[in-house]
């Protein structure tokens, strides 16, 4: 298999697994406590009865001539819908076959570390990357830091933020030829470096005339959000975004949005049309501002601040964020 199959083939877990992630299946609250079933609940159910028939097909099939096909389905499948801790066991498996194929390895390597750190093995996976990252050229390895990226979310999601810190790390030194890659990288260490901290001051005026105070808010759960209507990933996050607000507005949960549009007016008009109805501060030099104290030098960029006014987490999307939240207000 040559290098660049097993780049088309990790990207399409890659995407596979950022486009599902941005859909969250939405949970129950836990201020009302009747079952709602939706479309994606219902997609969510299917795909995973189809997984634990796959799995049992492989086992009972492995020498089959599409075997090779459904361990690549699984896999991809694991990452998209967050199956991967459930993958574990099934990724070691075919990773010990002879018969194991470059790109499908790859992708199963992918899982475990992923898998590793949902189930706190911090150390194992962080080890498990960096033995994919000896093989890199200094110059690319688009979708290794892809994976590094999603490697140390799902550290931070545990709190063991100096792994997650770890990998940034040793991105930032095996790409230290790439100036974005480093910057990226720098980026995010710095974020984390805030985590369990007082988070930074918002003060400032809403679209409406309002006043907006990060202070006032202490006691609840704030989602900080940096965006802006012409950026595509902060706008597939809106409908996830709408969803958490309404099912956990009343049990102490705000957004307070900072948007990055030049035209107030443009901003106005969108969040009439989509009916948010939580503060956008809008005015240019306090977006500034507090885009310097975040560090935010591109967006999405989303701060989670928890009941004692403190930075609980950065830049979680989907059915990471509503995780989050839920636990957040659980524990208040």
């Known amino acids: 298999m040559t290098n660049s199959s097993y780049s088309r083939l990790a990207t399409v877990a890659i995407l596979a697994a950022a486009t599902l992630s941005s859909a969250s299946t939405p949970i129950r609250s836990f201020a009302n406590e009747v079952p709602t079933t939706t479309f994606e609940s219902i997609i969510a159910e299917q795909t995973r009865a189809t997984f634990d028939r796959v799995t049992k097909y492989v ?28 993958a574990v066991e099934l990724a070691r498996t075919y990773m010990k076959s002879p018969n194991a194929s470059a790109a ?45 990226r999603q490697l140390a979310t799902q550290l931070q999601l545990t709190r063991d933020f100096a792994a997650a810190r770890h990998v940034y790390e040793e991105i930032a030194s095996k790409f230290f030829l790439n100036a974005d890659v480093r910057s990226l990288c720098e980026n995010r260490i710095k974020k984390m470096d805030m985590v369990d901290q007082r988070a930074p001051d918002v003060e400032g005026s809403d679209i409406t005339g309002g006043t907006v105070s990060l202070a006032s808010l202490e006691g609840k759960v704030v989602l900080i959000d940096f965006w ?9 996050e809106m409908p996830n975004l709408k969803r958490i607000y309404a099912d956990y507005h009343d049990d102490g949960f705000e957004i307070i949005g900072i948007s990055l549009d030049e035209d107030p007016s443009i901003v106005e008009q969108f969040t009439t049309r989509a009916k948010i109805t939580w503060p956008m501060i809008v005015e240019r030099s306090t977006v500034e ?27 979680v999307r989907g059915r990471n964020l509503r995780s989050v939240i839920q636990k957040l207000l659980k524990n208040s």
């Open 59 to 86: 086992a009972k099939n492995s020498a089959a001539a599409d075997a090779e096909r459904a361990w690549q389905w699984l896999f991809v499948t694991a990452l998209g819908h967050g199956f991967e801790p459930e």
């Open 104 to 148: 499908t390895r790859g992708i199963a390597q992918q899982v475990l570390a992923i898998g590793l750190a949902k189930g706190g093995k911090s150390e194992e996976a962080v080890e498990l990357f960096i033995s994919q990252l000896r093989f890199a050229r200094f110059q690319s390895g688009g979708t290794l830091i892809e994976f590094g």
């Open 228 to 236: 802006a209507t012409n950026c595509p990933p902060c706008l597939e």
């Open 289 to 315: 501002s507090l885009r310097e104290s975040y560090f935010v030098p591109t967006i999405p960029s989303l701060f989670i601040v928890d009941q004692s006014g403190k930075l609980h987490q950065f830049d």
